[in-house]
């Protein structure tokens, strides 16, 4: 017996379920056919068509800020690398598979001043640009779906139907990118007409959402063949700069969807603590549907429950998950009379594994609260198969919450919670800039944070309702301190170990001024001495540069500059940090930094000095 009396309703919750939002699950195989949740090997280069030259398979790749398209390579597996010769142009890369509606995912990295391109089914180029810095991008920027080409139109109008990303969130050259796409095909229908567009479904780069259901009217410029297709080759573009790719995830969806046929339902109005005997209730109303669905004749306002049975014909066997959402109280899934989902609220999750064939379905849907608006959803998903809809999406959502955003037209200052991984600091200003580059300060550790590039604040978690104090940032985010403590520390010899609290040192905030164009410059005690500490934007937008000045520094102070799995020394006085996550460069190129080793970490950490300066590059 389910029983539905424990349920309590969410007043008023987020959007709980978005039907429209599709999850991604992101696999890629090597093989000629390829296949559901494999991974790309770059063991060699055998997933590709005849490969050229200028591709080849690395296992460490860096590039240099000072020199263009240039990378360097180091022996071994895992990375794929274009290197075409100096001042000739290399060829693309096509793959010995085919795919119609893909999920892909990767990490790329670029050398200063590189130009590369992803050509899903070889036709619809997403642009991979070094567009670091770049204030207001275009379609041909980093992240950017490609222009179509007319040349009939005079010069300067041949381009059309670009799409430029959101905000730029690009990445400096020799850092690693991470991008997600999906992207649903073209449709056509049996006689090989095109019924539908090809639609980039979402692209998000480096954790940012840059494009959202962008329909693609035809190929992009330089597409393999100007036609359009059911499928075609992942194609990577190596013509022109040089760039490395590793981590390529992909699902190809090419399995056929399972199909609900047969839909009856029986509406009983009343409201009910447990499932009732629906052998002995009489109902309400009865009828059948074209499809599962919640605009149903009879149902009422109020309280009531509805009983669907159908059938669900499965053509592919597979581990089937299902999310039902029923807004305004509990719903469940019963297939072959085996429970699936259980009623806990307004959301259920389930899984189960089906043999291809016809299997009973029964789904009930409980509304218990008064204001919501009835609407009930159903979505499946199997490896092979890309989250739908199997129920009418033209249903009612949930309230849906207006953001609360706050953006940086001058230099802004927000105080907030802000949290970072495993903390939430209490006491953090926020510092956004007119040059898209910010950053979060811990008033009780005397350090940034984190830094990020793009829009400034959603402070919905803050504002709305009652909120929770704390503020989300709304671009591209770099951690600084994964390790929160204070910048400052007194060790007794370099390899001492940092203390995690503020004990013994006298350590004081001072709060902030502000300059005459709203700039703030920290202060604080520790130690007995007085800091200064002060953030500004780099020139182009590159990062952050940070002063701290010290009044009278004791020999045995040292500053943390940097926490991470891996630090190392690309040149004099530049180091970057964790797996190519960022550059720090020191205003001394000869001071007397320190990369040591404390609890399987590295940090790098050096004496404090009455002035030390470095610039923070992402």
Avoid at 2 to 18: A, E, H, I, T
Avoid at 156 to 175: E, I, K, M, T
Avoid at 395 to 418: C, G, K, Q, W, Y
């Amino acid at each position: 017996m389910l029983r539905w009396n424990k349920f309590r309703p969410k007043l008023k919750q987020l959007r709980v379920y978005d039907r429209r939002t599709l999850v991604l699950m992101l696999s890629i195989g090597s093989c000629q056919q390829l296949m559901a949740q494999n991974k790309l090997p770059l063991a060699d280069l055998s997933a590709f068509q005849q490969p050229a030259a200028n591709w080849r398979i690395a296992g460490g790749v860096k590039a240099d800020l000072q020199q263009q398209n240039v990378l360097q390579t180091t022996e071994g597996t895992g990375i794929l690398v274009n290197l075409p010769a100096k001042n000739t142009h290399g060829q693309d890369l096509f793959s010995n598979w085919q795919h119609g509606d893909l999920d892909l995912e990767l990490d790329y990295l670029m050398s200063k001043g590189s130009n590369s391109g992803i050509y899903l089914q070889g036709r619809y180029e997403i642009q991979l640009l070094d567009s670091w810095g770049t204030a207001a991008p275009r379609a041909s920027d980093n992240g950017g779906v490609y222009e179509r080409w007319n040349d009939s139109q005079p010069a300067g109008q041949q381009g059309y139907d670009g799409h430029a990303p959101r905000q730029n969130v690009s990445r400096a050259p020799g850092l690693w990118q991470h991008m997600k796409i999906s992207f649903q095909a073209p449709r056509f229908d049996a006689a090989g007409n095109k019924i539908a567009d090809a639609v980039i479904l979402k692209l998000v780069l480096n954790g940012v959402t840059i494009h959202e259901n962008v329909v693609l009217s035809g190929p992009t410029r330089g597409a393999v063949q100007n036609n359009e297709v059911a499928e075609g080759p992942l194609r990577i573009q190596g013509d022109h700069g040089t760039v490395a790719f590793r981590n390529i995830v992909v699902n190809n969806y090419n399995a056929p969807r399972p199909e609900l046929q047969d839909v009856k339902y029986s509406v009983y109005k009343g409201r009910f603590d447990k499932e009732p005997d629906f052998n002995t209730l009489k109902p309400a109303t009865t009828g059948t549907s074209a499809q599962l669905t919640s605009n149903i004749n009879g149902l009422p306002d109020n309280e009531f429950v509805v009983r669907y049975t159908a059938t669900l014909v499965v053509k592919k066997a597979g581990d089937y998950g299902f999310n039902l959402h029923t807004s305004g109280g509990p719903g469940a899934l019963k297939i072959d009379n085996k429970p699936v989902i259980t009623p806990r609220g307004w959301d259920g999750h389930g899984n189960v594994s089906l043999e291809p064939g016809n299997h009973a379905v029964e789904v009930l849907y409980g509304k218990t609260t008064d204001w919501a608006k009835a609407s009930l959803t159903l979505a499946v998903k199997e490896a092979g198969i890309r989250e739908f809809v199997i129920s009418d999406a033209n249903v009612p959502a949930d309230d849906i919450t207006d953001p609360i955003l706050v953006t940086a037209n001058e230099n802004t200052v927000l105080r907030s919670f802000m949290d970072i991984p495993g903390k939430r600091v209490v006491h953090a200003v926020s510092v956004g800039s007119p040059a898209k580059v910010h950053y979060t300060y811990d008033m009780d550790n005397g350090q940034p944070v984190q830094v990020w590039r793009g829009e400034f604040l959603n402070t919905t978690p803050m504002w709305h309702d009652r909120g929770d104090g704390s503020s989300r940032p709304m671009g591209t985010v770099q951690v600084l301190t994964p390790q929160v403590a204070l910048a400052i520390e007194k060790l007794s010899g370099k390899d001492a170990a940092w203390t995690n609290d503020t004990t013994g040192t006298g350590y004081r905030p001072a709060g902030y001024t502000l300059d005459e164009t709203g700039k703030p410059t920290f202060q604080y005690q520790v130690y007995g001495t007085a800091v200064t500490d002060d953030i500004s934007v780099l020139p182009e937008n590159q990062g952050i540069h940070r002063t701290v000045t010290v009044a009278q520094p004791a020999a045995d102070l040292y500053l943390r500059i940097a926490v991470a799995d891996n630090i190392e020394q690309v040149a004099p006085g530049m180091y970057v940090i964790g797996d190519k996550s960022y550059y720090v460069k020191m205003d001394d190129t000869k001071a007397n930094a320190i990369i040591r080793n404390q609890n399987g970490r590295a940090e790098l950490i050096m004496p404090v000095q009455a002035k030390t300066g470095y610039a923070v590059i992402f």
